[in-house]
């Protein structure tokens, strides 16, 4: 394993400390829902810079409890607010890693750890950025939570409901997921399809399969409102957004007998809607398609659809990314859901981040120079919406 506690000098030295920030958030293991030493961690290299920094539990188990980070550094009276938002949790890293998910390890240029760009590298991005944005250039705030890759029950909500009681109203806020497909800066999200989850349920009559006119077969319903919500085209697109789409994600009976009929038949679909629907439209319309077969439907909106309209902010960050690596990021809505889904509700958001080839897998890994080029492209992009 490679020490990198004293790490080489950034190509850029007005970014220091990028790789050393990231490797110390690797070390600490973070399976969602989080708490403890990785925000310990955090706090360690915020309250430095000049951060307030609040931190809190919330909610219970078996999703809780959820650790969630609220630090700020104000700037004079009237100046504007940015705010850097993202998660410090993770997915759990499985199984055949060459090397442990939660020692970070650099072998050659790259970084490899669980969280590695799914997102503790871009939040060490944004600490080694503000340490360079000079304190009175205005407001800065960190929105950091536990359970972005759980439930997100009592994540980001909360913290927006903390920092509404405080008054601590964002002008911007970006969210550092990793974005980035092919190359750092070639991609960012100005908005994302909504979701729902809808649970379906048929109740039949339990019998012998000799005997039909007994017994009510719960299956048979099943198959046909699925059949007719599959069926369904709910729209063609819009300039913004691909075709929302319905997926049967799960059908379930659970007979273990060949010669009985069952009473009961379950089966769950997900829709990813763009902002042509609503999570509470579709579950209406679901619903009254189940009713209509026997059944009935569950809705549970995981978030609606947003978009951030092109603009003052989608271009500060355009430029940054073009000055930095020389090509002109792709605006985009696709991919699934991030907790910038919350956060629109309280100012403009957009998603930048690093390159996304590895999050979730097996061998997560950074480049060290998209490490660097992410936090050098923070500095500008922080400085450019404190000054707009």
């Given at each position: 394993m490679t020490d990198i506690q004293s790490p080489p000098a950034a190509s850029n030295p007005a970014v220091p400390g990028v790789l050393a920030l990231a490797h110390a958030l690797i070390a600490c293991e973070s399976i969602t829902p989080a708490t403890g030493s990785v925000f310990d961690c955090l706090e360690s290299q915020l309250a430095p810079l000049g951060f307030e920094v609040s931190r809190f539990l919330a909610g219970e188990a078996p999703d809780g409890p959820v650790e969630n980070l609220f630090a700020i550094r104000r700037g004079p009276a009237g100046s504007k607010h940015f705010a850097f938002a993202g998660h410090l949790d993770v997915v759990p890293p499985g199984?055949?890693?060459?090397?442990?998910?939660?020692?970070?390890?650099?072998?050659?240029?790259?970084?490899?750890?669980?969280?590695?760009?799914?997102?503790?590298?871009?939040?060490?991005?944004?600490?080694?950025?503000v340490a360079q944005v000079p304190a009175d250039a205005?407001?800065?705030?960190?929105?950091?939570?536990?359970?972005?890759?759980g439930p997100a029950r009592y994540g980001t909500?909360?913290?927006?409901?903390?920092?509404?009681?405080?008054?601590?109203?964002?002008?911007?806020?970006?969210?550092?997921?990793?974005?980035?497909?092919?190359?750092?800066?070639?991609?960012?999200?100005?908005?994302?399809?909504?979701?729902?989850?809808?649970?379906?349920?048929?109740?039949?009559?339990?019998?012998?399969?000799?005997?039909?006119?007994?017994?009510?077969?719960?299956?048979?319903?099943?198959?046909?409102?699925?059949?007719?919500?599959?069926?369904?085209?709910?729209?063609?697109?819009?300039?913004?957004f691909q075709a929302s789409n319905l997926e049967v994600t799960d059908l379930t009976v659970g007979n273990p007998a060949h010669n009985v009929i069952p009473a009961r038949a379950?089966?769950?679909?997900?829709?990813?809607?763009?902002?042509?629907?609503?999570?509470?439209?579709?579950?209406?319309?679901?619903?009254?398609?189940?009713?209509?077969?026997?059944?009935?439907?569950?809705?549970?909106?995981?978030?609606?659809?947003?978009?951030?309209?092109?603009?003052?902010?989608s271009t500060l960050l355009a430029d940054a990314i073009r000055a930095e690596t020389g090509i002109e990021p792709e605006l985009s809505t696709g991919g699934g859901t991030s907790d910038a889904r919350f956060l629109k509700d309280m100012a403009p958001v957009i998603e930048f981040?690093?390159?996304?080839?590895?999050?979730?897998?097996?061998?997560?890994?950074?480049?060290?120079?998209?490490?660097?080029?992410?936090?050098?492209?923070?500095?500008?992009?922080?400085e450019a919406a404190l000054k707009a």
């Open positions: 199984e055949g890693w060459t090397s442990a998910p939660f020692a970070p390890e650099l072998r050659g240029d790259l970084l490899y750890g669980r969280g590695a760009v799914d997102m503790k590298g871009s939040i060490a991005a944004m600490v080694a950025a205005g407001t800065v705030s960190f929105v950091i939570t536990g359970d972005e890759e909500l909360a913290l927006m409901d903390f920092m509404r009681e405080r008054g601590e109203n964002p002008d911007l806020i970006l969210v550092g997921e990793p974005t980035s497909v092919h190359r750092l800066g070639d991609m960012m999200k100005i908005g994302r399809r909504g979701s729902v989850n809808i649970f379906l349920d048929v109740e039949g009559v339990q019998g012998h399969v000799a005997y039909p006119h007994l017994a009510d077969n719960p299956i048979t319903k099943l198959v046909a409102m699925l059949a007719e919500l599959d069926a369904i085209v709910l729209d063609e697109g819009t300039d913004w379950s089966a769950r679909i997900s829709i990813r809607f763009n902002d042509l629907h609503t999570g509470a439209e579709l579950g209406a319309r679901v619903c009254a398609i189940a009713e209509k077969h026997g059944g009935i439907a569950r809705p549970v909106i995981s978030g609606e659809a947003f978009l951030t309209e092109p603009g003052v902010f981040g690093l390159c996304n080839a590895t999050m979730h897998k097996r061998d997560e890994a950074v480049a060290v120079a998209d490490l660097e080029g992410l936090a050098r492209i923070y500095v500008t992009v922080v």
